[in-house]
């Protein structure tokens, strides 16, 4: 009996001993009011002035540290050169002019000061599209510690230039930059620098665009001159999936095609019909897909140049089948095929199993070739040097765009 009330009278004790301290930790943590705040801000942010630098001795630097997120990559001007994207930024610096003890005012700690009584920099786009405009004027946010440190989140849409290379459309990837400086601070007052963010590491902005997607973000810092400068560099890969399907495909499609005119048989009567039905559906066809392209005089895509060669092998494939036409309906006994044609055809053809007059033979069978005969020797020739043409130029166009997007 007696050693259960010593032990319900130690858990007692130990409970009143908790229920003390508790009650001394909920007094020291007392919470600031709104007289406590009022009274920071009369006293250290209603006089202060936005022109004077927030050091105490106004010889030292300022050291300036941001962080950039893309909230959303808008749109990207090939014809333009631009890129627009929203972006909002953390920007940090120390300000000694606001610094005080966090007993004096209630243990408030942090507090939201306007911008009209605050120094913050003033930031800018160097290679801005539109204008020269310091960031954050439709959005300013500061806060304050009690320590000085000082954050800025000003965020906005933003158009800038960057120099667009479409060589390896539609596999291209862009590397384009966003150039910050401070334009009313010069390099003795303030130092720039970029600090990586410690929440979101992922270069992809928070809303993926359509076409485009970033797969590299990294920061440099320039070289110094009046101003310090920050390189912001985006790398931007296009999204070539949708482009592959609807026009690199019938592209192909269309050029091997093209190539098979030569295996029509003469007698048909469908070879011309054929090869300009197609040279006219690569036309038409290829005018609707260059308005999808983009059009820029500093660089032309390969995809431009692959398109260029299918339709002037289209215009040879139209010569070529009228002049297989003109020797199949040749009159061979007025007009009759030259020796020196019918020696190559027959120099060419000596594996045919249908030769029927290898080249040793005599010269009568050689000119005594018919029309008919030499189309199809001709037409056998033209196919297989064609469809190798195209099938190399294919795959060297295919390996150089698809090596570009294998390397980024």
């Not at 400086?181 to 990586?196: D, I, M, P, V």
Request: net charge negative; aromatic share 10%; glycine share 4%.
């Amino acid at each position: 009996m007696t050693q259960g009330l010593k032990e319900v009278s130690s858990f007692l004790l130990g409970l009143v001993t908790v229920l003390t301290l508790l009650s001394f930790s909920i007094h020291s943590s007392k919470a600031a009011t709104a007289e406590d705040v009022a009274r920071l801000f009369q006293e250290k942010i209603v006089n202060g002035c936005s022109k004077i630098r927030p050091v105490m001795n106004q010889s030292d630097i300022v050291d300036v540290e941001m962080t950039l997120h893309i909230v959303s990559l808008l749109d990207v001007n090939e014809v333009q050169q631009s890129v627009e994207a929203t972006i909002w930024m953390e920007v940090f610096w120390k300000n000694e002019l606001m610094v005080w003890n966090p007993i004096d005012y209630g243990n408030l700690t942090l507090v939201y000061p306007p911008e009209t009584n605050m120094w913050k920099p003033d930031l800018a786009i160097s290679n801005g599209y539109d204008a020269l405009t310091p960031v954050g004027l439709d959005f300013v946010l500061l806060q304050s510690k009690h320590d000085g440190e000082t954050e800025w989140n000003p965020g906005q849409k933003v158009s800038f230039l960057c120099k667009i290379d479409v060589r390896k459309f539609p596999f291209d990837t862009q590397t384009c930059y966003m150039e910050f400086f401070n334009w009313a601070g010069k390099a003795e007052e303030t130092s720039l620098n970029y600090r990586e963010s410690k929440y979101m590491k992922s270069a992809k902005a928070m809303y993926e665009n359509s076409e485009w997607t970033i797969i590299e973000k990294r920061a440099e810092k320039q070289q110094p001159t009046v101003h310090e400068k920050v390189r912001v560099i985006l790398v931007l890969q296009r999204k070539s999936l949708s482009l592959v399907l609807t026009v690199l495909l019938p592209v192909i499609l269309l050029a091997f095609l093209n190539v098979f005119v030569f295996l029509l048989p003469t007698e048909s009567g469908e070879k011309l019909s054929f090869s300009v039905t197609v040279l006219l559906a690569q036309a038409v066809f290829l005018s609707f897909i260059s308005g999808l392209m983009p059009q820029t005089s500093d660089s032309t895509s390969s995809l431009s140049i692959y398109i260029s060669v299918q339709l002037i092998l289209s215009a040879i494939y139209v010569l070529l089948t009228c002049f297989n036409l003109s020797m199949y309906h040749r009159d061979s006994n007025n007009r009759p095929i030259p020796s020196w044609l019918t020696k190559i055809l027959c120099l060419v053809n000596i594996n045919s199993e249908d030769n029927d007059y290898p080249y040793k033979g005599n010269d009568e069978k050689l000119v005594t070739m018919t029309g008919n005969r030499v189309c199809r020797i001709i037409d056998r020739i033209y196919f297989r040097v064609f469809l190798c043409f195209v099938f190399i130029i294919t795959l060297i166009f295919l390996c150089d765009g698809l090596s570009s997007r294998m390397l980024t």
